[in-house]
């Protein structure tokens, strides 16, 4: 990784240990109910400890999902 790579990774990346706390908060607080979504209140979601956000508009479109079902099924080769 060049200069440009760690300065970029610098700004963009994060730790492992903060990056899985928008799964951990979900599954373990208590509080958390059934459709919330949890993410990074800054950077779109990037960085900070996680908190009830809006889900992208994209995410409530049937076609858009099922598509994306679909095509994980096939990538995986699970089916649910």
């Known amino acids: 990784m060049g200069l440009q790579g760690i300065i970029m990774n610098f700004f963009m990346a994060q730790k492992v240990e903060m990056g899985i706390l928008p799964i951990l908060r979900p599954a373990t607080d ?16 990037w960085r900070c400890y996680p908190v009830i956000n809006e889900v992208n508009p994209m995410a409530n479109k049937p076609e858009i999902t099922a598509k994306l079902w679909t095509v994980s099924e096939g990538l995986t080769s699970v089916r649910f």
């Open 30 to 45: 208590t509080s958390a109910k059934r459709g919330e979504y949890y993410g990074h209140p800054k950077m779109d979601n």
